[in-house]
């Protein structure tokens, strides 16, 4: 499985940004993809996912600015990040989890989100 991330960039804040996540499968294979971020110095920490059914779930820094959707015919997931901050800014990654006899992981390579004051 590959995933391939795209979309990041430099912001300003209060701007916008989208990211990308291409699968090289359809998105109905995995139980959810969900989005991480790390900044330096930080741990790598969840921000969205959505699940195969279509549920949604958001960190708490981030709800209401960001949104996690799938384009199925695309095997593309995005995340429209709205409102930026410069806490936002860090390396995001997209993941990929099946859950069957046990847990299976792809990850996809980072994009750089900056966002500037």
């Known amino acids: 499985v590959q995933l391939q991330a795209s979309g990041g960039g430099l912001v300003q804040a209060g701007g916008s940004l989208r990211l990308s996540c291409a699968a090289s499968?359809?998105?109905?294979?995995?139980?959810?993809m969900g989005w991480y971020r790390q900044a330096p110095g930080k741990q790598r920490e969840l921000v969205a996912t959505?699940?195969?059914?279509?549920?949604?779930d958001y960190a708490a820094s981030v709800k209401g600015r960001f949104t996690i959707s799938r384009d199925n015919a695309k095997n593309t997931v995005y995340l429209q990040m709205n409102s930026l901050k410069p806490e936002d800014t860090a390396v995001y990654y997209c993941?990929?989890?099946?859950?069957?006899?046990?847990?299976?992981?792809?990850w996809g390579q980072g994009t750089q989100v900056t966002v500037s004051s």
């Open positions: 993941k990929a989890q099946v859950i069957d006899i046990q847990s299976i992981e792809y």
């Open positions: 499968r359809s998105l109905f294979t995995f139980n959810a």
């Open positions: 959505i699940f195969r059914g279509g549920n949604t």
